[in-house]
């Protein structure tokens, strides 16, 4: 079974940055693809960056290139996103996910583990 604990979201001025972190517990975490989604209410979950395990990124949303970075750290079991020049459609409640010992699906469903989001707001 695998934990997830995201932390780092918050509300911030248009312009502004954020880094949000997601720390993985209870799984091999070094074959896993680890990724970043966003979702507001009434809306589906949005890919945002993911990585495999290998420290390749997959995926960045076009949205977000050039302001977001996707990174981890497997030595602490870690995935960041460090979120520069934020927007007002930015804002979002951001969640990790892990899909172990595979490749990087594209759609949110072939994701089995999840954390509890942490909530980016830009005013």
């Known amino acids: 079974h695998v934990q997830l604990v995201e932390s780092g979201g918050g509300s911030v001025q248009a312009g502004g940055s954020l880094r949000l972190s997601c720390v993985a517990s209870?799984?091999?975490?070094?074959?896993?693809?680890m990724g970043w989604f966003r979702q507001n209410p009434g809306q589906e979950r949005e890919r945002v960056a993911t990585m495999d395990g290998y420290g390749r990124v997959v995926f960045i949303h076009p949205a977000v290139e050039g302001r977001f970075t996707v990174t981890r750290d497997n030595n602490k079991k870690a995935l960041y996103l460090q979120m520069d020049r934020l927007t007002p459609g930015d804002s979002a409640m951001y969640y990790c996910?892990?899909?172990?010992?595979?490749?990087?699906?594209?759609?949110?469903?072939?994701?089995?583990?999840w954390g509890q989001g942490t909530q980016v707001t830009v005013s």
């Open positions: 209870g799984a091999t975490f070094l074959a896993d693809c």
């Open positions: 996910a892990v899909r172990l010992n595979s490749g990087c699906p594209t759609l949110a469903k072939d994701f089995a583990f």
